[in-house]
């Protein structure tokens, strides 16, 4: 079972970066569709991003052209660059793995709960 470990959440003010990492300490990620997750109190999950093994990748519509996210194989992390933080962007932050290894499916919403593997978060707030 995958155990994943985000990193990287802050306060930072209005129009900031955060850079959050993912990584699964006994486990290979590599192999693995990562979605990025957040929730804010009193909101639902939103899907953030996502990317799979081979690199493909899939944005929010409230995050494209602020956010990236992208995998190192060698240190076999997951990364989401944010930029231009918003007040609205402030939530739990969390990676997720697919459950399948070597799927080509990156999606943004997972109402069968295809990502089986969660991190407990790390919480983003975007405050003056």
Known sequence: QLQ?????????????????????????????????FRQ????EREGVSCITYTHETNYADSVKGRVTISRDNVKDTVYLQMN????EDTALYYCAAHSQPYTTICA????????????QGTQVTVSS
């Not at 804010?40 to 909101?43: F, R």
């Not at 231009?84 to 007040?87: D, E, H, S």
């Open 108 to 119: 943004l919403v997972d109402p069968t709960g295809a990502y089986e593997y969660r991190g």
């Open 84 to 87: 231009g933080l918003k007040p």
């Open 40 to 43: 804010a109190p009193g909101k």
């Open 4 to 36: 994943l470990v985000e990193s990287g959440g802050g306060l930072v003010q209005p129009g900031g970066s955060l850079r959050l990492s993912c990584r699964a300490p006994r486990h290979t990620l590599g192999d693995y569709t990562i979605g990025w």
